[in-house]
């Protein structure tokens, strides 16, 4: 069965420093991965994904991710945090075996606070 | 926004009670995928249909059912209501094929009293 874990419940940043978000992940195929992010009272946004090629992937808002298969994770990370960045984000595994059919099983969730 | 429609956003609704869940995918998408995020349960997995058909079942308990219909838009239907079925469900809708994302919709927020 497929599995994805955030190890952080919460993870506090000041405004312009790095931010990384971490994510491991359990399959039994090749893993498809996803990055979500949740505001308040919102449905989750799609940020990025990895399916194959290159180890780093680039998404929406200055996000990126890096896959890496030795250590099943796929950490999200931005450069320089913003105050807007705030919010809950959820990494997504995808099992590209047919009986999984196509769902997304999803981590439990990782609070980003930015303080200015 | 994401193109996934739901109806209503809020329910209130008492226990015993039965409720539907209406979903209208994005255009073009034939996977409509429902999900129950809780406190202490996370985002669940419930249901997928594809193109009307049952493609995959998650922890979707007995009381709960789904469909899609040829319209391609999708009913979730939660019978016999109980406290803890107070949670926000989601939908969700991606183009075939396993390496397109799933766009939300912006949920349906179930509170049973």
């Known amino acids: 069965a497929q599995s994805v874990a955030q190890p952080e419940d919460q993870v506090n940043v000041a405004e312009g420093n790095p931010l990384t978000v971490k994510c491991t992940y359990s399959?039994?195929?090749?893993?498809?991965l996803f990055w979500y992010v949740q505001y308040p009272n919102r449905g989750l946004q799609f940020l990025l994904k990895?399916?194959?090629?290159?180890?780093l992937v680039k998404g929406s808002y200055g996000f990126e991710a890096e896959f890496n298969k030795s250590q099943t994770s796929f950490h999200l990370k931005k450069p320089s945090a913003l105050v807007s960045d705030s919010a809950l984000y959820f990494c997504?595994?995808?099992?590209?075996?047919?009986?999984?059919?196509?769902?997304?099983?999803f981590g439990g969730g990782t609070r980003v606070l930015v303080k200015p | 926004d994401s193109g996934v429609t739901q109806t209503p956003k809020h329910l209130i609704t008492a226990t015993g009670q039965r409720v539907t869940l209406r979903c209208s995918p994005r255009?073009?998408?034939?996977?409509v995928y429902w999900y129950q995020q809780s406190l202490d349960q996370g985002l669940q997995f419930l249901i997928q249909?594809?193109?009307?058909?049952?493609?995959a079942k998650g922890n979707i308990l007995e009381r709960f059912s789904a469909q899609q219909f040829p319209d391609l838009h999708s009913e979730l239907n939660l019978s016999s209501l109980e406290l803890g079925d107070s949670a926000l469900y989601f939908c969700?809708?991606?183009?075939?094929?396993?390496?397109?994302?799933?766009?939300f919709g912006q949920g349906t927020r179930l509170t049973v009293v």
């Open positions: 255009s073009g998408d034939l996977s």
């Open positions: 249909y594809y193109n009307g058909e049952e493609r």
């Open positions: 997504a595994v995808r099992d590209m075996i047919k009986a999984a059919g196509n769902k997304l099983t």
């Open positions: 399959v039994s195929g090749n893993p498809y």
């Open positions: 969700a809708s991606s183009l075939p094929g396993g390496d397109t994302e799933a766009f």
């Open positions: 990895y399916i194959t090629g290159d180890n």
